[in-house]
């Protein structure tokens, strides 16, 4: 069989991509929100394409984790939930923890370093984009990991960046109704100067406690009655 048999060139973006990489991003970057519906005739008119795509598209943010489907009901933006939110952090714990004490033993100046230039990012974004910081904020742990070099664990981690995104949105949106952006940016410098000590024990429990306030704000805010929630 030729070559050009075996292969054939793909447009850049079918239209199921299209609508996943939209929608994706739009949840992502917290403008559709947690239980909103994704009506399908909707979106169709919005984004200009047919419902088909839009169903595959559907089906595809559910496999991710980002949209429940419900019978009879419909899609929605995966709400939050508390059990699932313990779960997730637990998970997070676990291997970002491990990973800090990989990446630290393999070559701490390597990972104080990349970690800094993330921080030093932060500044130039303090103030300007909520979603700037999100992502920042997801790439320092995401370095941590994969900086551990230990590939299954962050095959692991990977599996959970869309969900960890989705609810970094929505802990760093509470979080900062208390407290300022430079509080964060501080939070961060805290761990990259332990790391530059060498100082292991309490890096890591730096780690375990910065988890446990992003779960804690989380939970908290599922607590919080719906309407209140639409309010603010």
Known sequence: MKAEELFRKEKKYTLRERAFQQMRRAILSGGLKPGTRLIEQELSEQMGISRFPIREALASLEREGLVAVEPYKGAFVKPFNEEEINELYSVRSLLEVHALQLAM??????????????????????????????????????????????????????????????????????????????????????????????????????????????????????????????ES
């Open 105 to 230: 033993q393999r070559n701490a100046k390597e990972l104080e370093k990349n970690l800094r230039d993330i921080v030093e990012q932060m500044k130039v974004s303090d103030g300007n984009s909520d979603s700037d910081i999100v992502y920042l904020d997801f790439l320092f742990h995401e370095t941590i990991s994969q900086l551990s070099k230990n590939t299954i664990l962050y095959q692991l981690w990977e599996g959970l960046a869309s969900r960890i995104q989705m609810y970094l949105n929505l802990e760093i949106e509470r979080s900062t109704q208390f407290s300022t952006i430079t509080n964060l940016i501080l939070n961060h410098t805290e761990l990259c100067d332990l790391v530059a000590s060498g100082k292991t024990d309490e890096a890591l429990n730096w780690l375990k406690c910065h988890l446990e306030s992003g779960r804690t704000t989380l939970h908290n805010f599922c607590l919080v009655p719906k309407t209140t929630q639409e």
